[in-house]
């Protein structure tokens, strides 16, 4: 396994299925009283997140202090972010506390992939941009492995706003690479050109939904959306909503987070106990932990950020997905 993890492509299945025995293990000290364990005692983590979230920092956050790291969290929001220092600055200044680690949220596809080759720590992508978010693929295959007892031959439907979830592409390779069908349902403005590519089927209705043991619906991210992408939010629910009528009684129902009510589900789905929703998130304290155990028991801690043009090599255009949005990553 590499050093950071950028990419669910970074993960064969055996480091996928380590990953997730480590955080079964780590299930167990989450059932303890005291949730503590020594294993990172004296590292330090930074979870440096330049755009909103709830449940991605604060199971990073407690992921790092069950495992007894020191953590230092950085929000854009109230950071000399805004006062216009740059990312690269920025994470040379924190790399002067030698963090261990650093997780990374960003607006920008491949900023992970910067923050990687400017510091010496090992980088998670804790989602950036359109592009990736592998930790919330891996949480999901731990969560949905539970509930289902298995992963492979699996037929998951993922629904909704594709185009702009990361989410749905680190879904989907994990989802390939644990032996999972997947098929992709969405209108055609919200489903990226070529997303076959990626190993999955096309759908524009919800017709064959029924086929499914998964439906995994994905949020409307209006914030990333430019112009009229569908005709409106009440045209979208009425084709694409997964409700009572359209979820199966044997169907498993998973969405990432936060759920826009009454748009992409409705509340009798939501509030169902098909719903896994509430487990995925739990999931991601034990996955996270596995994670940060995983990249760095037994890795010394980082050095000073190198200087520009001397840190890691470039990961190379393989390390960045295969279905890369155009977008540009922060300005250096
Ligand atoms: N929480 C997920 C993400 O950060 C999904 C979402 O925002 O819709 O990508």
């Not at 956050?61 to 929001?77: G, I, N, P």
């Not at 029924?210 to 995994?216: I, L, N, P, S, T």
């Not at 999931?283 to 155990?293: P, T």
Request: proline share 7%; aromatic share 4%.
């Amino acid at each position: 396994m590499r050093s950071s993890l950028l990419s669910v492509d970074d993960l064969t299945r055996a480091d996928i299925e380590r990953i997730l025995d480590r955080a079964e293990s780590f299930a167990e000290v989450s059932g303890r009283e005291i949730k503590k364990v020594p294993t990172l005692r004296g590292r330090t983590v930074v979870n440096l997140f330049y755009e909103a979230s709830t449940r991605t920092s604060s199971s990073f956050e407690l992921a790092a202090k069950r495992l007894s790291a020191d953590l230092v969290t950085v929000k854009a929001a109230g950071s000399a972010v805004e006062k216009g220092e740059s990312l690269k600055d920025t994470v040379q200044t924190l790399s002067a506390y030698h963090p261990a680690a650093i997780v990374i949220r960003s607006p920008y596809a491949g900023a992970a992939d910067l923050v990687d080759r400017w510091s010496p720590a090992a980088v998670i992508n804790a989602g950036d941009g359109k592009r990736e978010h592998p930790t919330q693929a891996l949480l999901d295959l731990y969560a949905l492995r539970r509930r289902a007892g298995r992963l492979d031959g699996l037929r998951i439907w993922i629904v909704g706003d594709v185009l702009h979830s990361r989410v749905a592409r680190s879904n989907v390779l994990a989802f390939e690479r644990m032996g999972c069908e997947v098929t992709v349902c969405g209108p055609p403005t919200l489903i990226p050109r070529g997303v076959e590519s990626l190993g999955c089927r096309v759908a524009y209705d919800l017709d064959g939904l029924r086929e499914a043991d998964v439906v995994y619906a994905l949020r409307m991210q209006q914030e990333r959306m430019d112009g009229t992408l569908v005709p409106s939010l009440r045209e979208y629910a009425t084709r694409y909503q997964i409700d009572g009528r359209r979820l199966g009684p044997h169907q498993i129902l998973m969405h990432p987070g936060p759920v826009n009510r009454g748009v992409e589900l409705a509340a009798e789905v939501i509030d169902s106990p098909q719903a896994l929703i509430v487990g995925q998130v739990e999931s991601g304290v034990v996955v996270r932990m596995a994670v940060l155990y995983e990249l760095l028991a037994g890795r010394p801690d980082s050095g000073p950020a190198p200087r520009a043009g001397t840190g890691r090599p470039d990961p190379g255009p393989g390390a960045r997905g295969r279905l890369e949005p155009a977008e540009e990553p922060q300005p250096a």
